[in-house]
């Protein structure tokens, strides 16, 4: 129905900016799922957990994990079918493979991000 594809991440130094994308494609009913629901990106590091970094309903009202507040921005453009995550101030602990998500059920493939000097 749905199909999410993340790009964006790479290797950045320590207080360097990514911007991440995340396209959605699919059939007619895929892209009306994406429009109305919520999305989200996540991160997983090495031997930890998939936690949620960041959230945009469909009214474009936000969410944040305490850790991110102040550095990372999450938008979307329905009109282009793409949500997007700002990191700036990144830091190492930062250091993951990031996904999106709509309302946690479907998924994308996932975008390295290392932070390192």
């Known amino acids: 129905q749905v199909q999410l594809v993340e790009s964006g991440g790479g290797l950045v130094q320590p207080g360097g900016s990514l911007r991440l994308s995340c396209a959605a494609s699919?059939?007619?009913?895929?892209?009306?799922?994406?429009?109305?629901?919520?999305v989200g990106w996540y991160r997983q590091g090495a031997g930890k957990q998939r936690d949620l970094v960041a959230e945009?309903?469909?009214?474009?009202?936000?969410n944040y994990v305490d850790s991110v507040k102040g550095r990372f921005t999450i938008s979307r453009d329905n009109a282009k079918n793409t949500v997007y995550l700002q990191m700036n101030s990144l830091k190492p602990e930062d250091t993951a493979v990031y996904y999106c998500?709509?309302?946690?059920?479907?998924w994308g493939q996932g975008t390295p991000v290392t932070v390192s000097s």
């Open positions: 998500a709509i309302s946690g059920q479907y």
């Open positions: 699919g059939s007619a009913l895929g892209i009306s799922i994406f429009w109305i629901n919520t």
């Open positions: 945009i309903s469909r009214a474009g009202s936000t």
